[in-house]
């Protein structure tokens, strides 16, 4: 029975051995797991970060598009003309009939209906926005009132 309960005692230490390996190795493997798990929580986290920064940009270009279509849509009530004098504005097809100030609308995008310099005949007209003026129709000189000679002009 010593020999019986020697084979016993050593198989039992073996199996002890064996489960031990058995958690040591299961150990590595849940260590690896969870590592390979981490790394695609980063990922994830990564990832999360790129589609809200690609959201924001799609976001900000939808509304540029909106803006210059409307924009556009805005610019196209008014055509490109010459007037009599030969300046190029833009004149509104609509109702009531104006110039629009060429410069405003090319570099700053606004549109800024020409004033009369003057009066309301003048052929002189303005842009209150950037001062610019423009003539709609040709210069045609006027006669003094009255001619007025002084020594030494001729």
């Known amino acids: 029975m010593d020999a019986f309960s020697a084979v016993k005692t050593s198989l039992d230490t073996a199996k002890t051995a064996v489960k031990g390996l058995i958690k040591i190795e299961a150990s590595k493997e849940v260590a690896e797991a969870l590592e390979k798990l981490q790394d695609?929580?980063?990922?994830?986290?990564?990832?999360?970060?790129?589609?809200?920064?690609?959201?924001q940009e799609n976001q900000n270009l939808k509304t540029e598009l909106q803006e210059k279509e409307d924009w556009e849509k805005k610019k196209a009530d008014y055509e490109l003309v010459e007037t009599e004098a030969g300046a190029i504005l833009y004149a509104y097809t609509g109702e009531p009939k104006h110039f629009a100030c060429p410069v405003?609308?090319?570099?700053?995008?606004e549109i800024h209906p020409l004033q009369p310099k003057n009066n309301k005949e003048s052929s002189l007209m303005e842009c209150k926005a950037c001062d610019k003026q423009f003539r709609r129709l040709p210069y045609t000189p006027q006669p003094p009132k009255r001619i007025i000679q002084s020594k030494g002009w001729t």
């Open 40 to 55: 695609a929580n980063e990922k994830l986290f990564d990832m999360r970060d790129t589609l809200f920064n690609l959201q």
């Open 104 to 109: 405003c609308i090319e570099s700053k995008k």
